[in-house]
């Protein structure tokens, strides 16, 4: 899907921009940012200062290596508050700059310069690049008191279901650590199964969801363990909330990667994590020594 697509994007760049009168080719915003139309809507609303745009948004490099897209990552939509032109300073970023100029409907490709950026500043594996494009579509447009308003119910939601799952807290520690002491007494050696770079793996409970792949948003609930002492290190229940991530990007430890990957949601498992793909002869200061084997119990919770 993402092999050629910037020359693909090139040509619906073209395409649009013959078709609207002062649309065509690049544009530059009064703060110097570069964009161009990938595809246009007159009849659409435009933002108000102060309304808070809802956008979607493709984050990749020159050579199309996809860093970031927000329909795949998960969780709640991004949405931009826009500056009104007397307040707009040279420090406002390129996206909020040009969602300034958008309608309804309409999509756009930010093209900045990233030359000067010292190489830890950059996305992870765009060391060596000096473009980034924002390849952005705007969805929605709503003023202050409907943010508000949805904010406030999703807040609401997030609390409701994050009691429901510290609820369950006592109980999952209490199975983990029977999973613990069967894997350390050998009970379970026969039904733990081998993947990819030594990752072995249980599945508790079957799910009926999606399937989990590479590039896609995942939720996770978990508990870690270290196998050496059964100590737990670090969990979710006790927060009330996953961790989301993009699967296969890297955003996590290898067993992660690879052992997620192995799951449909719904799914409940344990994963048995080596070191090396783990956090390998460094451990994680304060929690994992180093050359740990990792016990990791997960939920899959959503896949996007």
């Known amino acids: ?39 246009t809507n007159d009849d659409g609303a435009l933002a108000e200062p102060g309304d808070f745009v809802y956008i979607h948004a493709i984050l990749k490099s020159e050579s199309d290596s996809v860093i970031v897209d927000t329909r795949e990552q998960g969780g709640e939509q991004p949405a931009i508050q826009v500056v009104a032109d007397s307040l707009a300073k040279e420090t406002l970023g390129p996206v909020q700059d040009v969602v300034r100029k958008l309608r309804v409907g309409e999509r756009a490709v930010i093209r900045t310069n990233i030359s000067a950026y010292p190489p830890n500043a950059k996305p992870p594996g765009m060391q060596n690049d000096t473009v980034l494009l924002y390849d952005i579509e705007v969805t929605e447009i709503v003023d202050q008191a409907e943010f508000d308003s949805r904010q406030q119910a999703l807040a609401a939601e997030a609390q409701q279901k994050a009691a429901v799952i510290q609820g369950r807290e006592e109980e999952m520690l209490a199975f983990t650590q029977q999973v613990y002491e069967d894997y350390k007494s050998g009970k379970l050696d026969g039904e733990l199964q081998t993947g990819e770079g030594g990752l072995r793996y249980i599945i508790h409970e079957e799910g009926t969801g999606e399937e989990a792949e ?26 009330g909330q996953g961790i989301p991530f993009p699967l296969g990007t890297g955003r996590v430890i290898p067993g992660w990667d690879k052992g997620i990957d192995l799951l449909q949601e719904g799914d409940r498992a344990t994963l048995i994590i080596p070191s090396d793909m783990a956090y390998g002869p460094q451990g994680s200061p304060g929690s994992i020594p180093p050359d740990s084997e990792l016990m990791f119990y997960v939920e899959l919770e959503d896949v996007q």
């Open 1 to 39: 899907m993402r092999t050629n697509l910037f020359s693909l994007l090139a040509g619906m760049i073209f395409f649009a921009a013959c078709s609207d009168s002062g649309k065509e080719g690049m544009q530059t915003t009064e703060l110097g940012n570069r964009f161009t139309y990938v595809t």
């Open 214 to 239: 590479a590039g896609r948003g995942v939720v996770v609930q978990y508990i870690g363990r270290l196998t050496s002492n059964g100590e737990v290190f670090d969990q979710s229940f006790e927060r």
